[in-house]
């Protein structure tokens, strides 16, 4: 990653950047569950230095991707897939409330900036582009939080989308992607278009897609 971009998704603290690849190589399983992680040898795969990542390692501990065992030191935390459900039945009344209020609140910077993250989420998916897409969840996450102006709500979410990224990765399917764009880009549309009732309703229509991928995925009807 280029430090010295300028995209949304690079600015902030050299922390903020550590946390957000490191993230990214959890959630993509480059770093599988189980695995050790190294400052040093995480300090030269991602060209940051070692205490933003011992700064990153911390956030991603606290919000369950990184576990510390004994004689082990810290590991990436296995993955329960029976959680998933579970994890979306909390999402689903918190991505409503976010959704809605960002509609509400959302300035015009805010507005535009949606439209283009979800026209590039399209197109990463028409790609394949799994990276992209992923970057664009992300930028999409940022924003609304911002607009909804709820950090409680955000301060439980957060932890939620990483792991459910994490299982979208595992079990997802390439011709999936699309539609999961489609759904994301109609939450986008909402919240820039002003609307409550429809940007409530496409948070909606996501997570039920969501619940009925993890069914799938797991063997469940």
Known sequence: MDTH??????TGSLADQAY??????IVTLVLPPGASLSEAILSARTGIGRTPIRE?????EHQGLVTSMPRKGLIVRDMKVEDQLALLEVLRPLDRLIASKA???ANASQREALRGVA???VRAAADGNLHAFLQCDQDCDRI???AARNPFAIDIVTPLYS???RFYCSF??????????ELHADVMSAVAEGSETKASGASDALIDHLEAFTRAAVGLS
């Not at 971009?5 to 690079?10: A, D, F, G, V, W």
């Not at 990153?56 to 991603?60: E, G, H, P, S, T």
């Open 20 to 25: 957000r690849q490191l993230e990214e190589m």
């Open 5 to 10: 971009s300028s995209s949304p998704r690079e």
């Open 56 to 60: 990153a390692l911390k956030r991603l």
């Open 103 to 105: 509609a509400r609140w």
């Open 163 to 165: 792991h459910s990224r």
């Open 119 to 121: 026209d590039a989420m």
């Open 144 to 146: 609304i939080y911002e």
């Open 172 to 181: 997802g399917q390439p011709d999936d992607l699309t539609r999961m764009a």
